[in-house]
């Protein structure tokens, strides 16, 4: 089984600040690591990916994560944020077989203060 | 949301009413999975289908059903609807020889 934790439920930062939001997870094989954004009263859209290769992904809009094996951890960053990054943000894993069912953790509320 | 949709958009049910939940893709993947999304528990998985026939349990399965008669479509029936179903309902589309999922735009479901 595998399972996900974010540690933080909420995550306040003033705009131009830099931020991260924390992801864990365990698992007994390989897994991909996806990181999604929720904007209020709207669907999950995907923020960026690991799925092999080169461990540090970006997105287009300035976040990047790192996947770290041995701390099995995939944490969400980016160096200043603006208001518009007001979102959940939600971590997940899925591995291979042919379900890649995802497994998503609780996600955290980050907000984005003038 | 990557040419899924779903109906309706919100309902009200009273409980121990029945109701289906539609989703629909309009690019012929064979993956479709159904989570639902609580404040504090991010998505679980009710069920999925990995092509057209066939579906399988996911881990919150209970007092629902999925029926994937063709390619295009997925719904899922809730029978007995109860408040505990409260909840915001995505379907979600995995294209062939991709790892990420693409959702829809959500159900939200309110039974009183």
């Known amino acids: 089984a595998q399972s996900v934790t974010q540690l933080d439920s909420q995550v306040p930062v003033f705009e131009e600040a830099p931020v991260e939001l924390r992801c864990n997870y365990s698992?007994?094989?390989?897994?991909?690591l996806f990181w999604y954004v929720q904007y209020p009263n709207q669907g999950l859209q995907l923020l960026l990916k690991?799925?092999?290769?080169?461990?540090l992904v970006e997105s287009i809009n300035g976040f990047e994560a790192e996947f770290n094996k041995s701390q099995t951890s995939f944490h969400l960053r980016k160096p200043s944020v603006h208001i518009s990054d007001t979102a959940e943000y939600f971590c997940a894993v899925s591995r291979s077989g042919s379900a890649r069912q995802l497994t998503f953790g609780s996600g955290t509320q980050l907000t984005v203060l003038p | 949301n990557a040419g899924v949709t779903q109906t309706p958009k919100f309902q009200v049910l009273k409980t121990g009413q029945s109701m289906t939940l539609q989703c629909a893709q309009d690019?012929?993947?064979?993956?479709m999975y159904w989570y639902r999304q609580d404040p504090g528990m991010g998505l679980r998985l009710i069920y999925y289908?990995?092509?057209?026939?066939?579906?399988d349990k996911g881990e919150v399965p209970n007092g629902y059903n999925v029926s994937r008669l063709n390619k295009r479509e997925f719904s899922l029936r809730l029978e007995s609807a109860a408040p505990s179903q409260t909840s915001v309902y995505f379907c979600?589309?995995?294209?062939?020889?991709?790892?990420?999922?693409?959702f829809g735009p959500g159900t939200r479901l309110l039974v009183l």
């Open positions: 979600a589309i995995r294209p062939v020889g991709q790892e990420t999922q693409y």
């Open positions: 698992s007994s094989v390989s897994v991909y």
């Open positions: 690991y799925l092999s290769g080169s461990t």
């Open positions: 690019m012929n993947h064979n993956s």
């Open positions: 289908s990995a092509s057209e026939g066939t579906t």
